[in-house]
T-cell receptor, first 111, second 114 residues
Framework: DQQVKQNSPSLSVQEGRISILNCDYTNSMFDYFLWYKKYPAEGPTFLISISSIKDKNEDGRFTVFLNKSAKHLSLHIVPSQPGDSAVYFC??????????FGQGTELSVKP | ETGVTQTPRHLVMGMTNKKSLKCEQHLGHNAMYWYKQSAKKPLELMFV???????ENNSVPSRFSPECPNSSHLFLHLHTLQPEDSALYLCASSQETSGGPEQFFGPGTRLTVL
């Protein structure tokens, strides 16, 4: 039973446009949600997080939105750049420092 | 060296071999983690160490044996592995398990079991 799901395995966006990556979760006890970015042959890199008591967190071109009633979060990247092309993982934080990851969405930003 | 480093980056081993993966963090963190990433699957947590004590073993087979001699180093000892154990093994660290949720990852070891 997967508690964190990213239903879109891939997304293609034109440079300069908005990229929206989605993530759904089932456990209402998660207290933090995080987004990681992963390039091939590298480990995941922390991007941005949001506490479960907030509904929005913004950091430069990256904004994460949390909809607790729908158990849904999304990452918006605007404007998208070719260097943003990577696999994006959402993760939820539970007890004891455990992170539960989604399957990842591969973002391709085309020039 | 900065961040989280892992060696080796690539490893090919037979099912009867014994090998070890090494992870080192230079961030002053007190918690360290092993994850497994198989193709097309989410990262799976294997082990958690907090202040050198193992606090989580996520039902990992005994052919994987972790060791944490201090807060900066983490090993994963491998023996009599199976081909289905071929995966990317990632190490991560964080301040401590009860602190902020952000974990910082190493580049991973790509393991192939023949």
């Amino acid at each position: 039973d997967q508690q964190v799901k990213q239903n879109s395995p891939s997304l293609s966006v034109q440079e300069g446009r908005i990229s929206i990556l989605n993530c759904d979760y089932t456990n209402s006890m998660f207290d933090y949600f995080l987004w990681y970015k992963k390039y091939p042959a590298e480990g995941p890199t922390f991007l941005i997080s949001i506490s479960s008591i907030k509904d929005k967190n913004e950091d430069g071109r990256f904004t994460v939105f949390l909809n607790k009633s729908a158990k849904h979060l999304s990452l918006h990247i605007v404007p998208s750049q070719p260097g943003d092309s990577a696999v994006y993982f959402c993760a939820a934080s539970g007890q004891g420092g455990k992170l539960i990851f989604g399957q990842g969405t591969e973002l391709s930003v085309k020039p | 060296e900065t961040g989280v480093t892992q060696t080796p980056r690539h490893l090919v081993m037979g099912m009867t071999n014994k090998k070890s993966l090494k992870c080192e963090q230079h961030l002053g963190h007190n918690a360290m983690y092993w994850y497994k990433q198989s193709a097309k699957k989410p990262l799976e947590l294997m082990f958690v160490y907090n202040f050198k004590e193992q606090t989580e073993n996520n039902s990992v087979p005994s052919r994987f044996s972790p060791e944490c001699p201090n807060s900066s180093h983490l090993f994963l000892h491998l023996h009599t592995l199976q081909p289905e154990d071929s995966a990317l093994y990632l190490c991560a660290s964080s301040q401590e398990t009860s602190g902020g949720p952000e974990q910082f990852f190493g580049p991973g070891t790509r393991l192939t079991v023949l």
